[in-house]
């Protein structure tokens, strides 16, 4: 048999197309910018397609994000997740400042795709990530763009101090109790209660973490529908903005890059407009507040005990001169009982000249009051502190209760005089002797009638 040698005929191979991808970025959400990332896009759009070797994949798109940070960028992200698919061969980007800002993030990207056979080309610069001399020009570049970045950080920081020393924040931030009309912060009722109600807790001798008890038992959350917490509870207990006050640049940007924040604690000047908006706290409780939180930091645990207040306590006001209540105990005569009523502040430091809303309030009258006003039987601490925002003394006879569901009711009240604060022991004895002495009177008129009739 003969030796026959088989040739295969060789095929051509065929040529496969690129897989090819963009990536755009614009760092600021404005209609001009807006159109920019859509000449972009459409830009890589036309110019993939129109290569024949090239397969269009798509086009990754961010905008209004920073580009000193990957971590924040879903389109990024979800290009990088689709070359660790392997659906990528080539990405087209426009310059290296539009891929990060950062240098790192940038080397990093680049040489973690570079070994998976992904290339990388930076229009601009007309650099490819898999050429010999591509790294060392990118390191350099990144650098100039990292660089850059540090001086547009620069010139917006300028910007910033420029309008904070015109009053006017960066930006409409967002904080519970308040909402933005236009460039006003108004009062928002749907949650500034909240708010009232921790400082009423917190003036009464309530603690932190026993406001978050009292919030958590009754269903109270947060905007975002989270358990209020200690820390939230804290923020807003020395946050200035609630007495109507505008604190700015309580925190800065330590590095442009990383863009991490601290507190400003004094390396940075800080600028305050005070009266810059209605509060929802009067600057009277918000200093008692702060009063309190230094004397319990100072002393610790021990300082809970020394919170003489009542449930009462910041919130009964005087309408004449706006004060809060004082409250004023004395005993009467033998007896060891302290009877308490309410006097205005003013008044008391000052006398009536200063404020002639002279009636004082029983506390014992002001309890059965408020105890009528809520509709229980008796009096419940625990009922007032949640239902009662305050209450303004108004005149000789009115009582104007204010409720934290925004409802507003007036009661005109009469003093028992110093009898409506005895307590039932001394209410008793004086009935007592009042007895006697009627009988003491009727005896008296029985033996005067007597002498009478002899006569």
């Not at 308040?178 to 928002?188: A, S």
């Given at each position: 048999m003969k030796n026959v040698v088989k040739i295969e005929i060789k095929k051509p191979l065929i040529k496969q197309k690129r897989r090819v991808a963009a990536y755009a970025r614009v760092s600021m959400e404005t209609e001009r910018l807006h159109h920019s990332l859509s000449a972009q896009i459409s830009y890589y759009n036309s110019y993939i397609n129109s290569n024949p070797e090239w397969t269009f994949v798509g086009i990754y798109a961010d905008e209004g994000?920073?580009?000193?940070?990957?971590?924040?960028?879903?389109?990024?992200?979800?290009?990088?997740?689709?070359?660790?698919?392997?659906?990528?061969?080539?990405?087209?980007?426009?310059?290296?400042?539009?891929f990060a800002r950062n240098t790192l993030d940038v080397l990093?990207?680049?040489r973690d795709l570079k070994s998976k056979g992904i290339e990388v080309y930076f229009e601009k610069e007309k650099i490819s990530s898999l050429t010999k001399d591509g790294e060392v020009m990118l390191t350099l570049l990144a650098s100039f763009a990292e660089e850059e970045s540090r001086s547009i950080s620069s010139n917006v920081k300028w910007g910033t101090i420029k309008r904070f020393k015109q009053g006017i924040p960066n930006g409409k931030f967002r904080v519970t109790g308040?909402?933005?009309?236009?460039?006003?912060?108004?009062?928002?009722e749907d949650t500034a209660w909240v708010i009232r109600l921790m400082f009423d807790l917190y003036l009464n001798g309530k603690s932190r973490t026993e406001i978050e008890h009292i919030l958590d038992e009754k269903g109270i959350r947060t905007v975002n529908g989270k358990k209020y917490v200690d820390s939230n509870i804290a923020k807003i207990l020395r946050n200035s903005v609630y007495k109507g006050d505008l604190l700015m640049q309580k925190e800065y940007v330590v590095d442009p890059?990383?863009?991490?924040?601290?507190?400003?604690?004094?390396?940075?000047?800080?600028?305050?407009?005070?009266?810059?908006?209605?509060?929802?706290?009067?600057k009277e409780d918000f200093a008692k507040a702060q009063e309190i939180r230094e004397m319990r930091a100072r002393l610790g645990p021990v300082s809970y005990t020394n919170v003489h207040t009542t449930c009462f306590t910041s919130k009964i006001k005087c309408a004449k001169c706006g004060k809060s209540y004082r409250r004023s105990g004395k005993r009467q005569g033998k007896d060891?009982?302290?009877?308490?009523?309410?006097?205005?502040?003013?008044?008391?430091?000052?006398?009536?000249?200063?404020?002639?809303?002279?009636?004082n309030i029983p506390e014992n009258e002001l309890k059965r009051i408020c105890a009528e006003v809520l509709n229980i039987q008796e009096?419940?601490?625990?009922?007032?502190?949640?239902?009662?925002?305050?209450?303004?003394?108004?005149?000789?006879?009115?009582?104007?209760?204010?409720?934290?569901?925004?409802?507003?009711?007036?009661?005109?009240?009469?003093?028992?005089?110093?009898?409506?604060?005895?307590?039932?022991?001394?209410?008793?004895?004086?009935?007592?002797?009042?007895?006697?002495?009627?009988?003491?009177?009727?005896?008296?008129?029985?033996?005067?009638?007597?002498?009478?009739?002899?006569n």
């Open positions: 994000i920073s580009g000193t940070k990957t971590s924040n960028r879903l389109e990024f992200n979800r290009m990088i997740d689709d070359c660790n698919k392997g659906l990528i061969d080539l990405i087209l980007v426009k310059s290296i400042s539009r990093n990207v680049v308040y909402k933005w009309v236009d460039d006003k912060l108004v009062i928002d890059i990383t863009k991490k924040h601290k507190i400003n604690r004094g390396e940075l000047p800080q600028y305050l407009v005070e009266d810059h908006h209605e509060p929802i706290v009067s060891k009982h302290v009877y308490y009523t309410w006097v205005c502040r003013t008044k008391s430091d000052k006398g009536s000249a200063y404020c002639n809303n002279i009636k009096f419940d601490e625990d009922i007032f502190k949640i239902k009662i925002n305050k209450i303004v003394v108004i005149g000789e006879d009115v009582l104007e209760f204010h409720f934290y569901d925004g409802n507003i009711m007036k009661i005109k009240w009469e003093s028992l005089a110093r009898t409506s604060s005895w307590s039932a022991a001394r209410r008793k004895a004086w009935g007592e002797y009042q007895s006697k002495v009627q009988k003491g009177v009727k005896k008296h008129a029985k033996s005067y009638n007597n002498t009478s009739n002899n």
